[in-house]
């Protein structure tokens, strides 16, 4: 399977412990993006890398939360001290990072976490 | 803040019958509107998506129609079959920016 991968596909958690996803691109993309979707809602963005580099965070991403590209190749997404609001499914996407044409955003299965 | 408002939330339609998603959005810089399908415990897969330069876009029987004066676009199925039953988002953006969703329209096309 050469699409977007995730690791766990399933988290389950006490509140207070920290967790880490793993999201592999697919190859040559230089773009990964990082959701969060909760149950009856569209995914709502989260941060964004071009290769390596975090490039935009949002307001959501409190400083609990904290992501990482080191190589520019796979990313990890960690949630330290976690509460029961940070119960979602976690989708990674992502994209050539064409700035001009359109750059389709392609999604990862996502990993759903439960904070008990 | 950015804003992407879908309606309905919920569409049932007869095997056969055409079924339409509306959306409006608030960033005027917007140029690319992707739409998404979602099956239950699945990931989010493009159907169609339609760049602001363009008024209509057509994939066999789905057909999107964007209105930049407006700021509308909507989604067209054309001949619903029962595996068109999902939830479908909608979704704009600026080019490489990251997509901002509406909050899905649940389809259910009954045989």
């Known amino acids: 399977d050469t699409g977007v991968s995730q690791d766990p596909r399933h988290k389950i958690t006490k509140r207070g412990q920290n967790v880490t996803f793993r999201c592999d691109p697919i190859s040559e993309h230089n773009r990964l993006y990082w959701y969060r979707q909760t149950l009856g809602q569209g995914p709502e963005f989260l941060t964004y890398?071009?290769?390596?580099?975090?490039?935009?965070k949002s307001r959501l991403l409190s400083d609990r939360f904290s992501a990482e590209r080191p190589k520019g190749s796979f990313s990890t997404l960690e949630i330290q001290r976690t509460e029961q609001g940070d119960s979602a499914m976690y989708l990674c996407?992502?994209?050539?990072?064409?700035?001009?044409?359109?750059?389709?955003?392609?999604f990862g299965p996502g990993t759903r976490l439960t904070v008990l | 803040g950015e804003n992407v408002e879908q309606h309905p939330s919920t569409l049932s339609v007869q095997e056969g019958d055409s079924a339409v998603i509306k959306c409006t959005y608030s960033?005027?810089?917007?140029?690319?509107f992707p739409w998404y399908k979602q099956e239950l415990g699945k990931r989010p897969q493009l159907i169609i998506d339609?760049?602001?330069?363009?008024g209509e876009k057509k994939d066999q029987r789905i057909a999107v129609t964007l209105n930049k004066t407006a700021k509308h676009f909507s989604l067209h199925i054309t001949e619903t079959q029962p595996e068109d039953s999902a939830v479908y988002f909608c979704?704009?953006?600026?080019?490489?920016?990251?997509?901002?969703f509406g909050k899905g329209t649940k389809l259910s096309v009954k045989p």
């Open positions: 979704a704009a953006s600026r080019f490489a920016g990251n997509l901002i």
């Open positions: 960033d005027s810089a917007s140029n690319y």
């Open positions: 996407a992502s994209s050539l990072g064409r700035q001009t044409a359109v750059d389709t955003q392609y």
């Open positions: 339609i760049r602001s330069n363009v």
């Open positions: 890398f071009q290769n390596e580099a975090q490039l935009e």
